[in-house]
């Protein structure tokens, strides 16, 4: 109760200094409930936020939106008697408000004016000490969600970590609610593994519908999560993302083919395509080809999009979430229109019998220890749990997956070595595997084995821009870690951007090594001395560690290593040099400002070299001594034969 009054009295504060500002109702679990899910969600909260939170200071610098302070501010014409009045009632109005709220700011004068000096941790059950206190602002404490467009989202914990020297916990408030930070793989494994403990912590992503308590990211009982986990995680095994790899390979062709292709039919190279609208169509196509397993004509395939957009815009609607006719909103049509889907892809399934899909992987796992309702074992998943569930696996993965191949984008833009190396890895698997027209079916097995480069790639962006945090915990019993408490009934907000920061393996003092222009080196992934280890916690860790880890790595990867057998070098347009990335302000993982347009070349000297190495490995196997170079495709082209070893060297 005390914080819905603490924020409905920022609310109001704002709403007297700038008509705008109202939209800042952004209550805290609003958005840490929707921690692993969709920039979509993003989108909703940064014009909301963003825009009345200054960049350039982590605290205490709020304006309005046209950057005048403004009771001065309202638009009225001295003409009209009706906007007169309108006036005139709107003024009384908001000298009430401001009266309303000076008064409450003065009876709470400790509250609002100096919050940190509330901060109390419990002595009651241990003597350990709380850790240092960050300061904050009167009135909303910490600005926790300011993110800044030169650094992106999770610039206060950045910034704040740096203000107080880096410990690796240290405690925030947040509208008058404290919370600790805490960062270090092994000090968030040890927190994280005691989730569902009596004396351990708690997610408190709360069902509101938009998702219902049958998805195992809502569930909070350990056996019934472990449950649910385990059957639909047994549709999502290394050997079942194997058997997607088709699937993955066709929607990455896909994409990169309409970008290749357009190149062609224009006959120049100078269209731009924006990476993060190509990625999301990716993530979505995964969506409904690989994890639906539907089989949408191109016509349909918007709607889809369209209806997944606004189903996940339910988690951020204030009418939702304040359950105002909630379920008239949009997002439960949208669901309605969704959940439709999938119940009819389950009903084919009971018919015709098991199919690639991770919906049929659900479907037909079945848990022969689990006790089933009405006695016996064998406990499959409800079709609402089908449902829900594979819902959750959209919101969980797409986003996420389209905002770290967006990230890979630019910073191998911005880092040329990087594309050529990743190109020539792929030449190599062409040759080896590729067929007579150099064409590869990509397993999991060669992507292991053969692009240790581009596995190093997606896992360098991941480690320099990572998901900032996942859902936040909070205690069920006060805790304490390495010396410090955390009070019963706080939050953890467990730091996966500070974990990389500060890990000791790549750290740098002028924090170079977590700038995309700078830092960004894949090949610290191919030594064992250079590589992070426990540091690296961009999956989460402890019995909610990713679910989708293996399908992720690979979608990802399908897709950099089918552009990089397309595409011989990309350009990043609109002259996106060394200093001027920006980034969104607000999103789950950190998004580039401008979506990362790019020209591209489309790669004819790599196809043809791919297919001279081919020739000649042919011929080698065949014994011929030498080849002849105006047999082969471009007769630019010299090749020398040396001791059996074959050299191509392009002129
Ligand atoms: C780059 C891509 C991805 C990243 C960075 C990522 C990150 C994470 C993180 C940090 C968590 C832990 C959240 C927490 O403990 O609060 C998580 C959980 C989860 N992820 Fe992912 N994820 C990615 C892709 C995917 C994909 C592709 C899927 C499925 C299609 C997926 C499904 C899930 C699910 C279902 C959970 C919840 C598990 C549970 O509560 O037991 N994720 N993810």
Request: charged share 20%; glycine share 6%.
């Amino acid at each position: 109760m005390a914080m819905i009054i603490r924020f409905i009295t920022v609310v109001a504060f704002f709403a007297a200094a700038a008509p705008t500002v109202s939209a800042f109702a952004f209550p805290p679990s609003v958005s840490t409930s929707a921690s692993i899910g969709n920039a979509r969600i993003r989108s909703q909260m940064t014009p909301a936020i963003a825009t009345f939170i200054s960049p350039s200071s982590p605290e205490c610098s709020i304006r309005s939106s046209s950057g005048s302070s403004s009771l001065s501010a309202l638009p009225f014409s001295a003409g009209s008697g009706m906007m007169m009045n309108s006036f005139v009632v709107k003024s009384v109005a908001r000298k009430l408000i401001v009266a309303l709220v000076s008064a409450f700011a003065l009876l709470n004068f400790r509250k609002v004016f100096q919050p940190n000096s509330l901060i109390k941790g419990d002595k009651s059950t241990t003597d350990a000490d709380l850790p240092e206190v960050a300061p904050s602002c009167p009135f909303i404490g910490n600005q926790i969600l300011v993110g800044s467009r030169q650094f992106g989202t999770g610039y206060f914990y950045h910034k704040m970590s740096a203000i107080l020297n880096h410990p690796r916990m240290w405690v925030y408030s947040f509208m008058g609610t404290p919370g600790m930070v805490v960062s270090g793989g092994q000090r968030v494994k040890s927190i994280l593994n005691k989730e569902f403990a009596a004396d351990g912590v708690k997610n408190y992503v709360q069902p509101n519908g938009v998702l219902n308590e049958h998805n195992l990211l809502a569930e909070s009982d350990k056996k019934k999560h472990s449950l649910l986990r385990r059957l639909v995680g047994s549709a999502m095994t290394p050997s079942r993302v194997t058997a997607s790899m088709p699937a993955l390979q066709e929607a990455a062709e896909k994409q990169v083919q309409k970008m290749v292709n357009s190149n062609k039919d224009n006959g120049h190279n100078n269209d731009i395509y924006t990476m993060e609208t190509v990625c999301n169509d990716y993530t979505l196509d995964v969506a409904w080809q690989q994890i639906l397993g539907l089989d949408l004509k191109e016509d349909d395939i918007p709607e889809f999009t369209k209806a997944v957009d606004t189903w996940i815009s339910g988690f951020t609607s204030v009418r939702v979430n304040m359950n105002i006719d909630a379920q008239r909103a949009p997002c439960f049509k949208a669901k309605k229109y969704l959940q439709a889907l999938i119940m009819e892809k389950i009903e084919y399934l009971e018919k015709n019998g098991p199919d690639g899909s991770t919906v049929s992987g659900m479907v037909f796992a079945v848990d022969d220890n689990a006790e089933v309702e009405g006695g016996g074992t064998g406990r499959k998943l409800t079709k609402e749990e089908v449902v829900e569930n594979s819902l959750l696996l959209i919101l969980a993965g797409s986003e996420t997956s389209a905002s770290t191949l967006t990230n890979a984008m630019l910073c191998i833009g911005l880092n040329k070595e990087t594309w050529k190396n990743v190109v020539e890895e792929q030449k190599k698997v062409v040759s080896k595997y590729g067929n007579e027209q150099g064409k590869v079916e990509f397993t999991t097995k060669m992507l292991d084995r053969e692009c240790p480069y581009l596995d190093a790639v997606v896992r360098e962006t991941m480690r320099i821009k990572p998901i900032s945090q996942g859902a936040p915990r909070t205690t069920k019993k006060t805790m304490k870690v390495d010396g410090f408490q955390i009070p019963k009934g706080w939050g953890i907000n467990w730091s996966v951007l500070l974990t990389h920061e500060l890990d000791p393996v790549t750290y740098k003092e002028d924090g170079s090594h977590m700038d995309v222009r700078t830092g960004f080196v894949p090949e610290r992934w191919l030594e064992d001395t250079t590589k992070p280890t426990t540091d690296f916690i961009p999956m989460g860790a402890g019995p909610r560690y990713c679910l989708g880890s293996t399908l992720a790595y690979a979608e990802m990867k399908v897709f950099l290593a089918v552009l990089a057998q397309n595409v011989n070098d990309f350009q990043l347009a609109e002259g996106q040099k060394e200093k001027d990335v920006l980034w969104k302000r607000l999103s789950i993982i950190p998004r580039p400002l401008n979506g990362v347009p790019i020209t591209i070349q489309p790669s004819t000297v790599v196809s043809e070299s791919i297919k001279i190495e081919q020739e000649v490995s042919r011929q080698i196997k065949n014994k011929i001594p030498t080849i002849s170079v105006t047999d082969l495709p471009n007769k630019k082209m010299i090749t020398k034969q040396d001791n059996n070893e074959v050299d191509l060297v392009l002129s």
